[in-house]
């Protein structure tokens, strides 16, 4: 994904929005996206039974204006413009945005741009049968986003695969991730969960195929 | 006694204090009985919509409307002196001729309660029956009533829905549309399908997954025929058609691909040789 900034293109007409405020002081809060994001990293891998892997992945943030830390959002614009996907069965599933990136190791130090915030997560690997991951989804409007005064981090999450016939684990982590600094919570989640849960979260390659018909 | 007298005395024996007394509070049940279940079926629509889908709060009042409205009837009656064991008696008699004379419109009542049963749609569904296609308001006990897309009222009965082939455009939350590109036998189809590809990806409310493909259709009489097929939620539908029509009519100008329309090769004899041109005068 390549984004340039050109300060001669003008917004188009329909984008601008007008706001009439009484005397209020607005701010400019960064948030997480407001739909799951579903992440392809850059090679998929695959991780055998009882095996574990930290990794970290960086995610655009949104931007949100409010009056008060109370107040719903006046604004809530994304940073870059993200494609969508759509993540479950051709019945049933969730709509969720796209992200191509590249996984790096959880220790090394992350590699985001600043529109971006960084999840370290731990996939471990409990059932019996090889996780083959082509693409994960991330419930970022579940999360909460943190700030080390150098860059954003959100809540860090532990994914327990269990097979294929069962939903995986998400726990989110009370502590901050090691290579991590001192943080403080930024925004809350735009919807509230419980610590842990469960749900879909790894997709393998050709699950939905275009066709709308599986072959076997 | 003139028959107008013996009218008026036999008017005055019926109007005992005990009679006038049952014709209003019989009068007073369908005054306030009839509003007060309207308003009664109105407030627990409302009340559902806060936690329910639109198909079922409407399903819930008309039952809560049918059922107090068959009590201030049922109400009316015990007040004017019928008995019910009697009624349901009668019932069976009347509900023969009764159902004889309206054959088509209890067909339609139990066609309804099939549908409800059956739930191939719901209120606010986008539907297609018979050639029409528009968008559920309400399921009726003797019809559906649809608002097509030009902003017309159909009724249709709900026997004739049990009947037809009925299609529910939006039952599922994603769909695939399918755009038919035809292009020049001269270019490279590897290069238009990859070309059609990035338009696709390119396109933000085109879902990446399920992903785009395209369909080498066939060689047509003038033209090879691909198909594009992507997916988009329903919402985006219509948005996503129009976008991707334009846009591949933009980059194939740009990328000088060229969208034959039908045309006719003259042949003048010869495999290779123009078409010979002679001057009259």
């Known amino acids: 994904m390549a984004h340039s900034y050109d300060e001669d293109v003008q917004p188009p007409e329909d984008s601008w929005v007008r706001l009439w405020l009484d005397d209020a002081q607005v701010s400019l809060v960064p948030a997480l996206p407001d739909l799951p994001v579903v992440v392809r990293p850059e090679q998929p891998f695959r991780l055998p039974p009882g095996h574990a892997v930290e990794l970290t992945v960086a995610l655009p943030l949104w931007v949100q204006m409010r009056t008060d830390d109370s107040s719903p959002a006046l604004l809530d614009l994304a940073t870059v413009s993200l494609s969508k996907s759509w993540f479950g069965s051709f019945t049933d599933g969730v709509l969720a945005y796209w992200v191509h990136s590249d996984l790096q190791h959880g220790d090394a130090p992350p590699n985001a741009l600043p529109h971006q915030a960084v999840l370290w997560f731990r996939v471990s690997n409990t059932a019996r049968e090889i996780l083959e991951v082509d693409h994960f989804t991330i419930p970022a409007p579940n999360l909460s986003l943190y700030s080390d005064g150098q860059r954003f981090w959100l809540e860090p999450l532990t994914l327990t695969y269990r097979g294929s016939r069962l939903h995986t684990q998400i726990q989110r982590r009370k502590r901050p991730p090691r290579v991590a600094g001192r943080v403080t919570e930024t925004t809350p989640p735009r919807e509230s969960s419980a610590r842990t849960f469960v749900g879909r979260v790894f997709g393998r390659r050709g699950e939905l195929p275009g066709l709308g018909v599986r072959f076997r | ?281």
């Open chain 2, 1 to 281: 006694m003139s028959s107008a007298n013996l009218a008026a005395g036999q008017i005055q024996a019926f109007l005992t204090g005990q009679t006038v007394s049952s014709l209003l509070r019989a009068l007073l049940w369908l005054v306030a009985g009839i509003p007060a279940s309207v308003l009664l079926s109105r407030y627990v629509r409302k009340q559902l919509l806060l936690k329910y889908t639109q198909h079922q709060a409407l399903l819930a009042s008309r039952a809560v409307l049918y059922l107090s409205l068959g009590f201030v009837v049922v109400s009316v009656l015990d007040e004017l002196g019928f008995k019910l064991s009697h009624l349901l008696g009668a019932a069976g008699i009347v509900g023969v001729a009764v159902g004889f004379a309206s054959q088509t419109s209890i067909s339609n009542v139990i066609s309804g309660l099939f549908l409800i049963a059956e739930r191939s749609f719901e209120v606010d569904d986008v539907v297609s029956v018979n050639g029409i296609t528009g968008q559920v308001l309400s399921i009726d006990m003797l019809s559906v009533k649809i608002r097509t897309f030009d902003n017309k009222f159909v009724r249709i009965p709900n026997e004739t829905i049990i009947k037809s082939e009925l299609t529910n455009i939006t039952r599922f939350p994603i769909r695939r549309l399918e755009i038919d590109v035809g292009v020049a036998y001269k270019e490279d189809i590897g290069r238009v399908r990859d070309l059609l590809l990035e338009i696709a990806r390119n396109q933000p409310q085109c879902l990446n997954e399920p992903e785009p493909t395209v369909v080498l259709k066939g060689f047509g009489s003038s033209s090879v025929d691909l198909q594009l097929l992507v997916w988009a939620t329903k919402a985006d539908y219509l948005r996503v058609k129009n976008a991707l029509t334009e846009e591949i009519k933009r980059r194939f100008d740009e990328e000088g691909i060229e969208i034959p329309f039908p045309h006719v090769s003259l042949y003048a004899g010869s495999a290779t040789d123009p078409i010979p041109i002679r001057m009259v005068s």
